[in-house]
């Protein structure tokens, strides 16, 4: 393909205007701070008290090892940047933070550069963050790093820098994939580390350049990851003025041929085509449509950052679900135990009967068939096999044994979280009302805590 010729000139001293960034994303307009944080303390209180209770009880952890913190609640949104090495994952953000010629800008290069997974958060003043510090920092969202390895804390640094944009959102920036490259020369697991930031990130940017469209195993493994999360995803066809419109039109239709078996969705993914960096535009080139295409993506991110209490609180609900779930499938599998349990069974050969074929017993169908719960929704029944391999069932109580008269009953108060409490904040958050701390406490406004398993 015949690259458009960019003179010198252009590439080294023209710098394009950046003041659409800030229009489009609202830097300018002062946020409504009280609110805000009213509505986060409401909601970290919902968790911890109608929640968090049946994650410890029923140790949910061990299962999803996905433990949410207070740093976690109060985070702002990520957005994470994934690709192939060079395509200009760190020039996009040092475009979007205006960091051009600036210390502390990302260092980008024709050959691999990013090594490290770069947190660019907002700070009082410049400065770097070692790996091992943002880990020990419990205030920060990123302690759950530690269990990824020493190895790994020495390839992650943040950097604090006061920025209005860093106010509302922190960027994530990856190493890039080498397809020749193999984990372990990393390392540490890249893979898992990726799918720790996926599960967490609110955007996620891939980014392609026209050199860069295969797609290799690194690349297949990291789509992979990615199933489930097609909503988050933006594709970005970056560099896109090297290229006359004719080549350009061939490019776009090849990343969509590699692309294609990799994401799961009935639609075709959107591609974003642009430059992403200080430079000016190629001469010749559709730079109406470049611009109108930067324009599309920074109203996406400025959605994720307008809507990410809406988010926060959805996420909350959804862990909740899956949390009562759990507790409901546990519950389960200690009934039936102590049903088939006689004088003279074998505990060991009972349970290994019983995790070996739940169907059997009926433990996921009488789930479906009693609570409100979808069968999209359940876990694998596999995954169960291996819990209570490190969790002994006898260590459990049945969900009718967890209440007490002053905190009322585990599945009563992640029931309320998930039909109203939630749903009401979210309410609140959408009509602009203020969402005050509620007066009552778990056991409510003056109601005695019903046990619904207790017999009359």
């Known amino acids: 393909m015949a690259p458009v010729n960019k003179p010198k000139e252009d590439v080294t001293s023209v710098l394009r205007d950046r003041s659409h960034i800030d229009e489009t994303l609202r830097l300018a307009m002062e ?21 968090k209770p049946m994650e410890q009880a029923y140790k949910y952890n061990e299962l999803r090892q996905h433990e949410i913190s207070d740093g976690e609640i109060t985070s702002k949104p990520m957005v994470l ?9 760190s020039s996009m953000i040092n475009y979007l933070l205006g960091l051009h010629d600036h210390p502390y800008q990302l ?16 700070g009082e003043k410049i400065r ?43 960027f994530v920036d990856t190493p890039g994939i080498i397809e020749n490259r193999k984990q372990q ?32 195993l690194e690349l297949e493994m990291l789509f992979r990851q990615l199933k489930g999360r097609e909503s988050q995803i933006r594709i970005i066809l970056n560099k896109a003025d090297n290229l006359a419109t004719q080549d350009l039109m061939r490019v776009y239709g090849a990343l969509f041929w590699s692309l ?37 993506l920074l109203e996406d991110l400025n959605q994720v950052i307008e809507n990410r209490m809406e988010n926060k609180i959805a996420f909350i609900r959804q862990h909740g679900i899956r949390v009562r779930i759990h507790g409901l499938l546990v519950d389960r599998y200690v009934q039936t135990f102590k049903e088939k349990m006689s004088f003279f069974s074998d505990p060991e ?87 005050g701390l ?16 207790r017999k009359n």
């Open 31 to 51: 946020e409504k701070a009280g609110d805000y944080a009213a509505a986060l303390e409401r909601l970290r209180k919902i968790y911890h008290t109608s929640i």
């Open 185 to 216: 020369e990393r390392g540490y697991p890249f893979n898992d580390v990726c799918q720790w930031f996926i599960d967490r990130a609110d955007l996620i940017f891939v980014v392609f350049d026209p050199t860069k469209l295969d797609v290799g």
């Open 107 to 122: 260092y980008t290069g024709a050959e691999p550069t990013t090594s490290e997974f770069t947190v660019i958060m907002h």
């Open 349 to 435: 050969l009972v349970f290994q009967e019983i995790v070996d074929d739940p169907d059997k017993f009926y433990i996921f169908k009488s789930i479906l068939a009693k609570t409100n719960v979808s069968k999209f929704d359940l876990p694998n029944r596999d995954a169960y096999r291996d819990f209570f391999g490190i969790n002994p069932i006898t260590n459990f109580k049945p969900l009718s044994a967890q209440c007490s008269y002053i905190g009322g009953c585990l599945l009563d108060k992640i029931e309320k979280a998930i039909t109203t409490e939630l749903p009401a904040l979210l309410s609140s958050i959408n009509s602009g009302k203020q969402p």
């Open 438 to 453: 509620s007066s009552c406490e778990a056991t409510g406004c003056g109601e005695k805590p019903k046990n619904r398993y």
């Open 128 to 170: 770097s963050v070692e790996g091992i510090v943002m880990a020990a920092d419990s205030s920060r969202s990123f302690s759950p790093l530690e269990k990824f390895g020493q190895n790994f804390l020495e390839k992650l640094i943040g950097i604090e820098m006061p920025h209005k944009l860093l106010e509302r959102v922190t």
């Open 260 to 296: 294609a078996p990799l994401i799961n969705v009935t639609e075709p993914p959107r591609v974003y085509v642009s430059s992403f960096w200080p430079y000016d535009y190629a001469p010749d080139t559709s730079r109406e449509l470049f611009k109108r295409e930067e324009i599309s």
């Open 81 to 89: 940047f994934l690709g192939p090495w060079s395509v200009g994952k």
